[in-house]
């Protein structure tokens, strides 16, 4: 059986490394784009220059209404107060919310953690990705992601809970049925060999169309 051993941990790293990737990729995309409203914004305060000093007050009262919508994107962004977990999960947000999958967040993390920065990049990015494929098999209305994060006591506190098409997911040898195939197992694995490895401790329940993962992981 070593052999199998060994061809599983060879597909989690794999698995892993592509994760890695993608979770890099979508910050990468987030950062560029925060680059992107700095730059517009110092030419909008140059257009409001020009109409304030051209007396068009109407004029400068409908720029500004129109930059008050906008700024209510730029406001969506999460600050948890830990650099990488802000990282992740802003983009995340904004994948979800591309796929019309509105999402409700509190969190608050510390700025250092025990854990390492790629566990928890892995076990933020699976667990939205988990979350985000269960709701794309739902009505764009009946979508919905939501996210708790804080410490209790010396552990950090994890919630996601999402929206799935059957009300009661069904478990299969112990684990919940994967709808996404291979990959979608493999993060299954990768969060719980993570968490036991922190000697942390995890439980999924499903009930009534909607599916919970906790989190509690030692940072002592």
Known sequence: MGWLSRKIDKQLAAYQRELID?????????????????HDYRNHIQVMKALAEGGDLEGLRRYLD??????STV???????????DAII?????LARAK??????????????KMSEL????????LFDNAIEANLALPA????????????GTQLYIS??????????????????????????????????????????????????AFTTEILIPQI
Not at 75 to 85: C, S, Y
Not at 142 to 149: A, P, Q, T
């Open 119 to 126: 566990d928890l990049c892995c076990i933020l990015g699976n």
């Open 90 to 94: 802003n983009s995340k947000i904004s």
């Open 22 to 38: 993608i979770h890099y990729q979508e910050v990468d995309t987030m950062y560029r784009q925060i680059r992107g409203w700095r």
């Open 141 to 152: 209305g009946e979508r919905m992601i939501r996210v708790y994060m804080d410490m209790k």
């Open 160 to 209: 996601f809970t999402n929206f799935t098409a059957s009300r009661k997911m069904q478990k299969v040898g112990g684990r919940f049925r994967s709808t996404k195939g291979e990959g979608h197992g493999f993060g299954l694995i990768r969060i719980d060999s993570i968490i036991d490895r922190l000697y942390g401790y995890v439980s999924r329940n499903s009930e009534d169309g």
């Open 100 to 113: 019309d999958i509105p999402v409700t967040i509190d969190a608050h993390v510390p700025v250092k953690l």
């Open 75 to 85: 406001d969506t962004v999460i600050k948890t107060g830990n650099p990488m977990a």
């Open 66 to 71: 129109e930059l008050e919508t906008d700024l």
